[in-house]
């Protein structure tokens, strides 16, 4: 069974930087993309960033785009998050997932995902 562990959120100010980490296991990672998502208070998760296999394939959702930079590493088994000029409106819990081949779509059950705080 895959297992999904974030780690690196904390409470910021706007403007502020964090980088998220999430340690994967139990698929093949290099096999696999990889995501982040997001899900605010009393909003449904949403995807906000995506690696292929091939490390130079990235995808972004506009709100993020510019500010927000996926990376991973194989041997490591492990996909990051960097997060800069931070938002109030980036708040939210984020967690990790492998991804389905032709979707921006999680596949395993959620990990307990990583606070992200940004103060105004």
């Known amino acids: 069974q895959a297992q999904l562990v974030e780690s690196g959120g904390g409470l910021v100010q706007a403007g502020g930087s964090l980088r998220l980490s999430c340690a994967a296991s139990?698929?093949?990672?290099?096999?696999?993309?990889m995501g982040w998502f997001r899900q605010a208070p009393g909003k449904e998760r949403e995807f906000v960033a995506g690696?292929?296999?091939?490390?130079?394939?990235?995808y972004y959702i506009d709100s993020v785009k510019g500010r927000f930079t996926i990376s991973r590493d194989n041997a490591k088994k492990t996909v990051f998050l960097q997060m800069d000029t931070l938002k109030p409106e980036d708040t939210a819990v984020y967690y990790c997932?492998?991804?389905?081949?032709?979707?921006?779509?999680?596949?395993?059950?959620w990990g307990q995902g990583t606070q992200v705080t940004v103060s105004s």
């Open positions: 997932n492998f991804l389905a081949d032709d979707a921006w779509v999680p596949l395993e059950s």
């Open positions: 690696i292929g296999r091939i490390k130079a394939i990235t």
């Open positions: 139990g698929r093949t990672f290099s096999a696999f993309r």
